[in-house]
């Protein structure tokens, strides 16, 4: 079994700029994909990034030329650098990975959600 936690989220003006981190521990053989996830309230939980252990990208459209997914294997650790911040950009942010951890096969695990707020 693994932990994920997050740090990084916080208020923040309408083009300014956060980077959210997300620590996996525990017992961990290796880690998979990584990506990061946001919620707006009253919706499902939604792709923003996500990153292979290659360091291979993807990101949804509205976050494109904006955000950075980024990990360093070696601290087991996730980083999503977000610029030019937008009001739409406010909701809860989740980190995911799936790793596996010797017991059986690949998991997805979760962070427990930081708040992103953008707001003059």
């Known amino acids: 079994q693994a932990q994920l936690v997050e740090s990084g989220g916080g208020l923040v003006q309408p083009g300014g700029s956060l980077r959210l981190s997300c620590a996996a521990s525990?017992?961990?053989?290796?880690?998979?994909?990584m990506g990061w996830y946001r919620q707006f309230p009253g919706k499902e939980r939604e792709l923003v990034a996500s990153?292979?252990?290659?360091?291979?990208?993807n990101y949804a459209d509205s976050v494109k030329g904006r955000f950075t997914i980024s990990r360093d294997n070696a601290k087991n650790t996730v980083y999503l650098q977000m610029n030019s911040l937008k009001p739409e950009d406010t909701a809860v942010y989740y980190c995911?990975?799936?790793?596996?951890?010797?017991?059986?096969?690949?998991?997805?695990?979760w962070g427990q959600g930081t708040q992103v707020t953008v707001s003059s």
């Open positions: 990153i292979t252990r290659g360091s291979i990208t």
């Open positions: 525990g017992n961990i053989v290796r880690i998979n994909n």
């Open positions: 995911n990975a799936n790793l596996f951890d010797g017991r059986g096969p690949a998991n997805d695990y």
